[in-house]
């Protein structure tokens, strides 16, 4: 069984940082595409941004371009956001995903197509 657990949320200052976590566990993930997904109150799930075990490839929501960086680490089965410059509308519960389905057929933004999801955790940025 596939587990995604997610760390590293907080409150932070706007132009301040954070690093999450996500956690995998119960398969090998090098046919998967991870990817982070954000959602507000109110608001819909949103994409962040996505990566490909197999060859890195990255893919990134406009919002966060030049600020956010996705990245993985194959021998913890673990993936990262590094989160820099963070605005207060980068405020939302952070959600990690996995599919093997996107991995093949894509596309990569759309939440419907990820199989396994985190519980997620939240980021606050105070102005």
């Known amino acids: 069984q596939v587990q995604l657990v997610e760390s590293g949320g907080g409150l932070v200052q706007a132009g301040g940082s954070l690093r999450l976590s996500c956690a995998g566990s119960g398969r090998t993930f090098s046919s998967y595409v991870m990817g982070w997904f954000r959602q507000a109150p109110g608001k819909e799930r949103q994409f962040v941004a996505a990566?490909?075990?197999?060859?890195?490839?990255?893919y990134y929501a406009d919002s966060v371009k030049g600020r956010f960086t996705i990245s993985g680490d194959n021998a913890k089965n673990t993936v990262y956001l590094q989160m820099n410059s963070l605005k207060p509308e980068d405020t939302a519960v952070y959600y990690c995903?996995?599919?093997?389905?996107?991995?093949?057929?894509?596309?990569?933004?759309?939440?419907?197509?990820?199989?396994?999801w985190g519980q997620g955790t939240q980021v606050t940025v105070s102005s």
């Open positions: 995903a996995a599919s093997q389905r996107v991995y093949y057929s894509g596309p990569y933004y759309r939440p419907q197509g990820y199989d396994y």
């Open positions: 990566t490909r075990w197999s060859d890195g490839n990255t």
